[in-house]
């Protein structure tokens, strides 16, 4: 597990994945844009993707609800490591609130494994 320093988060950032590079892409989503990590409730921990969850966890995944997305930064951008909460994620046209960044639009797909949205 690494341990991130974040600058808008006022407690360390657990970070867990079959990670290929610093910029939080795993060997499942390893693209340009595969540049987040996701915040999981069961376990206080941000994983790359499901499949690094499922792979190093043993418990089921719990989906985030709408008002738990309000009060909690759920998405790490592994290219500037800060934090973002759901909404700035989901609304800000694939790209990071804080550097611009591109994310892979495509894990809308996944978002039902995520969020109780």
């Not at 290929?20 to 206080?44: E, G, M, N, P």
């Not at 969850?53 to 709408?66: A, F, Q, V």
């Not at 790490?76 to 700035?88: A, D, I, M, R, V």
């Amino acid at each position: 597990m690494t341990i991130l320093k974040v600058s808008n988060s006022k407690k360390p950032v657990h970070l867990k994945g079959q990670l290929v590079d610093t910029q939080t892409r795993c060997r499942h989503y390893h693209s340009a844009l595969d540049i987040i990590a996701i915040k999981f409730k069961c376990c206080d921990t941000y994983f790359p993707c499901y499949k690094c969850h499922l792979g190093l966890e043993s418990h089921d995944i719990i989906r985030w609800n709408k008002l738990d997305l309000k009060a909690e930064k759920v998405i790490l951008c592994g290219s500037c490591s800060n934090l973002l909460y759901y909404q700035e994620y989901s609304t800000n046209d694939n790209k990071c609130l804080y550097c611009r960044s591109d994310f892979n639009p495509h894990c809308s797909l996944h978002y039902s494994l995520y969020f109780d949205i």
